[in-house]
């Protein structure tokens, strides 16, 4: 490590040296925040160079499969090889090489539920599609030879990991699907264990007895891009769904007879963004499941180029209403991401920051995203090198700094745009990857309008109060019950505020699909062309039939109608609860940045810089591209 590096100030180390924080949000306790280093590769300079700014929470994943480019997820070898037999000896590696390359290191361990080689070949026997978790995830879950054999290797895992290391280990992870994110790619592909779990879930739930749909089904809509409700393919994508959320409660509930409390269970969930039948749709049933403490993505793909909002892959609302924490994995592509992950394979088409410049802005970007939204992170090192120069190192620091001085806060957000995402209806929508438009493209235009969006369920609604939000947007609420209606008169349809919606708002009442509906709801037609805005009684409706039809310029107009706040005249992502503001920009210069009432003190937290006392607003100069995160004390 370069002797700059070496010689940080560790009076400044020694404040921010724990790498896990305790802290409480509005709604429920949080046991710890962490602020990690993580890698596929046996990364030990990287692990060291981290303890050196820092960091010493360590995430690793002793694995026995494959990744999605047919390498091995980790570099040490297979240690499941039977039922019941393990070589404790390649598991035990990892962690005594962590331990070495770290002496301090605390260790999140994620536990590679995914079928080991032996299990996948021995099932093969009748057992067509069950014995492949990673592609096969529900078929795998419903299976009760593979659920066996896999419980028994949790149990086994967690004995051995606390025997030898539970001095070491603050929390576990459980992994499994494709990715290790409990993602589900069987779409209608069936076994004999999945009929029958399918036959049995529609005579629990009441339902006709039915086949599972074909193929044709799944990507056949019935009117424009949906499916009837309580058509086969909804009712398919709920059992699927419910069958990935029942088993992951199984194994936390394994998980947590076996380790003590004061020690973590997550798992990567809750992605809303994602098709109907990808396995997260039933994300509020775990989130709610008591064994469980925290919950982990990457950042959101569509958004991490420079200038772009980043964010999470969950409503952030949901999971801090049911006291769960987050962890934000950083997995972006710095200019010096190594490519090449073996001899024979290299990663081609991935986009990554060009620059020093914008790997600074970059990082801080998420880190500042972290920080603002109270959540614990991880720097992703995938396959090496993501953090290799001087400079990086550096930012990591910093930005571990600042996190930690803020960490345990909990100041409320400053957001006064709320997007309300809606399982119930996007399981309606067709399994069609062009139909992601309708959950995503009206948040990510309204993501960077230079003013803070907080993201909600519609579950929330009647739980969270929601009386400072001045525009509601709702990407796919398809489905209006009238008990929902009610929901909707009594805490989001008054008070002047205005309401977006878009394709067909209500056109399902829960049993069938009415066009006539949506014009009742929102005043205008479905399919009405452009962007429609009208006055209703007590509130206004803006709809916007196709996302294309809208855009950043379109949601930031819509958005001062509303009477919303702006921290700045300009297009730009921002954060900001009521101590902390992050502005995001990939070009620079002097800029202005807005204050909702005047400041005691405004301070750049990266630079520690005064920029403003005794003001509303304050001008600042930033890089091209920047990242400024300013505290705001009042």
């Known amino acids: ?13 020694a404040l921010v040296a724990l790498a896990a924080v305790s802290a409480t949000t509005l709604f429920g306790e949080v046991k710890e925040r962490f602020f990690a280093y993580r890698s596929f590769f046996a990364e030990f300079e ?11 929470t360590i995430t690793i994943m002793p694995s026995n499969t494959t990744n ?11 240690f499941w090889r039977g039922d019941g037999q393990y070589d404790w000896k390649a598991f035990d590696k990892q962690f005594e090489d962590v ?20 299990l996948m070949r021995t099932m093969s026997f009748g057992h067509t599609f069950d014995s492949d978790s990673f592609s096969m995830l529900s078929n795998s879950l419903v299976c009760r030879q593979w659920k066996k054999a896999t419980e028994r290797y949790l149990k086994d895992y967690l004995d051995r990991a606390e025997k030898k290391f539970g001095d070491k280990i603050c929390a576990y992870m459980l992994a499994c699907g494709h990715t290790d994110e409990w993602l589900d790619y069987t779409l209608g592909v069936s076994s004999p264990c999945k009929i029958a779990a399918w036959h049995a879930w529609l005579k629990k739930n009441k339902k006709p007895d039915a086949d599972i749909p074909p193929l044709s089904k799944i990507f056949a809509p019935t009117f424009g891009e949906l499916h009837e409700p309580n058509s ?7 059992f699927a769904n419910e069958a990935v959320a029942e088993a992951m409660s199984d194994f936390a509930k394994i998980a947590r007879q076996k380790i003590s409390k004061d020690k973590q269970i997550g798992s990567f969930f809750g992605y809303v963004h994602r098709n109907a039948l ?7 049933k775990v989130f709610a499941d008591p064994n469980f403490d925290f919950f982990v993505s990457p950042g959101n793909y569509t958004l991490r180029a420079m200038g772009e909002a980043s964010g999470f892959m969950t409503p952030n609302a949901t999971r801090t209403r049911l006291g769960k924490g987050w962890l934000h994995e950083i997995d972006h592509r710095t200019h010096t991401f190594n490519h090449q992950l073996s001899e024979y394979v290299r990663i081609k088409n991935v986009a990554n920051w060009k620059d020093q410049s914008e790997d600074d802005a970059g990082l801080k970007r998420e880190f500042a995203l972290a920080t603002v939204n109270h959540t614990s992170l991880w720097c992703f090192d995938m396959w090496g090198k993501v953090f290799s120069t001087p400079e990086t190192l550096e930012t990591v620091r910093k930005g571990r700094e600042i996190w930690g001085k803020f960490a345990s806060d909990t100041s409320p957000t400053e957001a006064e745009i709320a997007v309300v995402f809606d399982t119930q209806s996007s399981i309606l929508l ?37 009386s400072k939000y001045r525009l509601v947007i709702f990407p796919h609420m398809f489905e209006i019950t009238p008990e929902r209606r009610e929901l909707l008169e009594k805490y989001i349809l008054h008070d002047g505020r205005t309401v977006v919606s878009s394709y067909a708002p209500a056109i399902s009442d829960g049993k069938n ?40 310029e379109t949601m930031r107009e819509i958005a001062k109608n509303a009477g919303v706040h702006f921290y700045s005249d300009e297009n730009v992502p921002v954060y900001a609860n009521q101590k902390l503001l992050c502005v995001h920009v990939a070009k620079g210069g002097k800029k202005t940045v807005s204050l909702k009432g005047k400041c005691k003190k405004a301070t750049e937290l990266f630079t520690g810089k005064v920029v403003a006392e005794n003001a509303d607003s304050f001008e600042y100069e930033f890089k091209s591209p920047d990242t400024a995160l300013f505290e705001i004390e009042r």
């Open 430 to 466: 067709a399994q069609k990857w062009k139909n992601a438009k309708y959950r995503t493209k009206l948040q990510n235009d309204i993501s960077k309008i230079g003013a803070p969006v907080e993201t909600f369920s519609f579950s929330d609604i009647g739980k969270i109060d929601l």
């Open 68 to 78: 999605s480019l047919g390498e091995p997820y980790c570099q040490y070898p297979v």
């Open 1 to 13: 490590m370069h002797k700059e590096m070496a010689n940080i100030n560790l009076k400044k180390l």
């Open 513 to 552: 699909l009415a066009p006539e509906r949506v014009e009742k709801f929102c005043g205008f037609k479905f399919g009405a062309k452009g962007v429609n805005k009208k006055d209703m009684d007590g509130w206004t409706s803006v709809y916007i039939a196709d996302p294309d039809d809208s855009s950043t």
């Open 99 to 118: 331990i070495a390359a770290n002496p301090n290191a605390k260790i999140i361990c994620i536990v590679d539920l995914n079928s080991a080689p032996w």
């Open 278 to 284: 990808d396995g997260h749709m039933a994300y509020e």
């Open 232 to 238: 086969a393919a909804v009712e398919y994508a709920k």
């Open 46 to 56: 990287a692990m060291k160079n981290f303890g050196g700014v820092g960091v010493n």
